[in-house]
């Protein structure tokens, strides 16, 4: 990449963060009065381009955010994907996913537990109110550990919010998503309680994670989502058919396809013979990562392969770009430990690819049976209201 050029947008966005809160007087609410004016027009879907990297718009009016049109998963770089490197190594592969010009990264609480929120936070500080650091509540956290159970009532989520502000070391969370429904706390409560965030300016936007089309409707009512995180990619296409695309595009709300590449699949590098570490990998509990499962689905990381060959597209690339070019209210974020393959992700955004193309890749995946659930059923039983 070119050097100058990648210290001097980090250098502007270090000033500009440096400047912001110099200026700050009462800094939540103005941000947020100032994303509100500057996007009260601003609708699902709209793109731009600047210094070659695509910009999306996930939500609508006042719940729009806009992002790169590729944002960047943190959870990987210290949880459930086996490889950690050091602090110091995550934090340079942030910077260069700033550099490269990604403005939305995403954490959550039960990361970690709490780890990848403080290494999220600690790696974009010098970045605050130039990129998006979203997060997420819902899973109960307590002295550090998951204990199985979701809490989305009003206290636990004001408690965490507040909690999740020092550890990301922001003012205001720019998307606070709801990870994972809570049968207990009705919706429109959670909806409420968020209100009264945003009110408050302490949360800018919402969003949820795997729920379905009725729980979106009665949500947005209250208080309208920006986005909808459920996992979405060649071989997990539920939202598809179950009402959850409709629905975001008939609300003007956006999506977030995460675990874009299938928790690594997609990009080619896992055989049966791969090796996850039990202690801070959950691929191994699920049931298309043992090994007859990836023996079996590999004939569909082959057909992407073959695709990308002729195109000089890597498997990654393909199945990035498939979920790019879907709709332009879709924004992946893959997750990665390295810096080549952040690369090579973000790469994806200039193949041009004709809607033809990706029609036939798609009809010759669907055509090969996916082997195994992507959940175990403690896991399944926690989406899709
Ligand atoms: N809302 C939810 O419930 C939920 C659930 C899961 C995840 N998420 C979010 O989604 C983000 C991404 O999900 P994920 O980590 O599960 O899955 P992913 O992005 O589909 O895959 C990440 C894995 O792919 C590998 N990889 C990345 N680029 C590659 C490339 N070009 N070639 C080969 N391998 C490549 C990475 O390994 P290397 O490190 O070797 O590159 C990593 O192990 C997370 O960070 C998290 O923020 C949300």
Known sequence: MNNDKSISRRGFLKTAAAI??????????????AAETALTGARNGSTRKKDGVEYRTLGT?????????????????NYNRSQSPDRRECIRIIH?????????????IIYGPLRNELLA????APYKGCVNLTTKFGHEVIDGKGTGRQDSSRATVRRYCEESLKRLRLD?????YQHRYDRNTPIEDVAETISGLIREGKVQRWGLCEVSADTIRRAHAVCPLTAIQSEYHLMHRDVETNGVLDTCRELGIGFVPYSPLNRGFLGGCINEYTVFDTANDNRHTLP??????IRANTRIVAVLQAFGRT????SSQVALGWLLHKVPWIVPIPGTTKESHLVENLHTQTFNIPD??????????AAIPVTGDRYNAEQQRQVGY
Do not use: H, Y
């Open 172 to 176: 205001t969370i720019p998307l606070f």
């Open 311 to 314: 195109r000089g597209m890597t």
């Open 288 to 293: 298309r990562f043992q090994p007859d499962a």
């Open 61 to 77: 009016g006042r719940a729009a955010m806009e992002v790169s049109a590729l944002g960047f998963g943190c959870m990987g770089m």
């Open 356 to 365: 033809a193309d990706w029609l036939a890749l798609e009809n010759d995946v």
């Open 20 to 33: 912001g809160a110099a200026l700050t007087v009462s800094p939540a609410l103005d941000k947020v009065k």
């Open 121 to 124: 936070g600690e790696a974009l």
């Open 96 to 108: 260069e996913a700033v550099d490269r010009g990604v403005t939305l990264f995403d954490t959550a």
